[in-house]
């Protein structure tokens, strides 16, 4: 399973970023330079038990201070539905039950998430104060007692996390579909090609309370195989254009991303690459995914017999670490080419998990070798000894050489070129561990 995402809520004050903090440790990622997304920690990757997951802070989310608790509640809660796996719902024990909770347990209580209801600032050790029984009226089961300040009860929450996210079953989960996410800037034309995929007339999800479990992600099945396209409920509902909604939409790409084989990562043809596309393309390179490159609304802009080529060079030029990725001219709206998308997602997915001989790569790495040789430093030179693949999504390398530091990272780009020379790996970035004789390290 790849890592769970939890997702924290809660009034304002309940202590949302102290536990955030506990449970992450020092280990804090912070999606920043992104216009509306504030710089406070919202995300960050933590471990338990030498098991990865993803944590949230919705509260860290900018929403407009003038907005009403319950409002804020919401859009959390909306947040949290579409993106994790298990919502965690703190209180705290000295202001106990709100109206704004009650509202909010119900909506999140309607989405089928799996949730745990916390209740923070419980500081003292060993005693669980009687007013922890008024928080069974939210209905969410069993409130946990937490002291986020001191730790108290955070270990048993997190087992209960993993237990619940274990078996979240609100995800189409179908072992042969290929779970492909689509990803860019707002307006570039995502919620489009969903809807040319799914057709127009299916359930346009409205409002949170309406969220039901299928409509996160969509399934689709034609004779290229079958699709699984994730979080099309926040895909489409972009349609009606919500400012709090663009500021977390890089958040949700990044969790999209998270789950998906393949990521379609949309560019407007008319723009070319910018800045934040860059950004977006970069999570899909770095979370080891299948990856596409689409130039969208291709018929209204301006070309000639050149443009395709010349703007295919662009994007290698603009997306340089992203130069294994194949670039589709497509247009949303009439359909062009959207045929054509099936086959490469296909392709693509099948790159990503391509599993290739220890024979064979050994093969390769004696004619590199034999072709261009290896550096050397005062007197000492490189020995590429062997080669092995040990894992797949993204295929994965590891040689063993004499000495790491000789192992310069352009004989080690020379060395990824020839492996794609022989074996294509299109579409898919690839990972090269070296390790030194004798070197048992894990990574
Ligand atoms: P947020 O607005 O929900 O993110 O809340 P904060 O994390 O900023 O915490 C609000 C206040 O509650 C701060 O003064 C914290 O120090 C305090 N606080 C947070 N967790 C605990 C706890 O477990 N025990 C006690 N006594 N205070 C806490
Ligand atoms: P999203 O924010 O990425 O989901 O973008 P939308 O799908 O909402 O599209 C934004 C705008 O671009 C809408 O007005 C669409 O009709 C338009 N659009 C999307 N794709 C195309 C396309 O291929 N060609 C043209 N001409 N317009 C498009």
């Not at 009226?137 to 274990?166: I, Y």
């Not at 001989?357 to 070798?369: H, K, P, Q, R």
Request: proline share 4%.
């Amino acid at each position: 399973m790849s890592k769970p995402v939890f997702a924290i809520i809660g009034r304002p004050n309940v202590g949302k970023s102290t536990f955030f903090n506990k449970l992450i440790g020092q280990r804090i990622s912070i999606i920043e330079d992104t216009p509306g997304v504030t710089r406070d920690r919202i995300y960050a990757e933590g471990e338990w038990l030498n098991k990865p997951f993803i944590l949230i802070d919705t509260g860290g989310i900018e929403i407009n201070s003038e907005d009403a608790i319950l409002k804020q509640m919401k859009m959390q809660a909306e947040i949290a539905i579409a993106t994790a796996d298990v919502i965690i719902m703190l209180t705290e024990i000295g202001a106990g039950v709100t109206a704004a909770d009650i509202d909010v347990a119900t909506l999140i209580q309607k989405s089928g998430k799996p949730i745990i209801l916390v209740v923070n600032k419980v500081d003292n050790i060993g005693q669980t104060p009687l007013e922890i029984y008024e928080f069974y009226n939210l209905g969410l089961g069993d409130p946990m007692p937490v002291s986020s300040v001191h730790g108290r009860g955070t270990g048993d929450l997190l087992d209960k996390a993993f237990e619940l996210a274990g078996d979240s079953s609100n995800r189409i989960e179908d072992e042969d579909a290929i779970k492909v996410a689509v990803i860019g800037k707002p307006n570039v034309g995502k919620s489009s090609l969903i809807n040319n995929i799914l057709g127009e007339n299916r359930v346009i999800v409205s409002d949170v309370a309406g969220t039901t479990r299928d409509a996160i992600d969509s399934y689709f099945e034609n004779d290229k195989g079958k699709f699984v396209f994730i979080d099309t409920a926040g895909i489409r509902r972009h349609a009606k254009v919500n400012e709090t909604i663009e500021k977390y939409s890089v958040l949700r790409a990044k969790m999209a991303v998270e789950r998906c084989d393949v990521a379609i990562i949309m560019l407007d043809a008319r723009e070319g690459v910018t800045e934040q596309d860059t950004k977006i393309a970069g999570f899909a390179h770095e979370a080891g995914k299948g990856c596409i490159v689409v130039a969208n609304k291709w018929d209204i802009t301006d070309k000639n017999g050149k443009t395709m080529d010349k703007m295919r060079k662009e994007v290698q030029h603009d997306l340089p670490f992203m130069s294994y990725a194949p670039v589709l001219f497509i247009s949303a709206l009439t359909g062009q080419r959207v045929d054509k998308l099936f086959e490469l997602i296909d392709f693509v997915s099948n790159q990503n998990s391509m599993r290739i001989s220890t024979g064979l790569l050994n093969e390769i790495l004696s004619d590199a070798v034999t072709k261009v040789q290896p550096p050397s430093d005062k007197g000492k030179r490189l020995k590429l000894l062997y080669i092995t693949q040990p894992s797949t999504k993204p295929p994965t390398f590891v040689i063993f050489v004499n000495n790491k530091d000789l192992f310069h990272f352009s004989y080690q780009r020379y060395i990824e070129n020839q492996i794609r020379n022989s074996f294509g790996l299109e579409g898919t970035p690839i990972r090269i561990i070296v390790r030194e004789r004798g070197d048992k390290s894990s990574d």
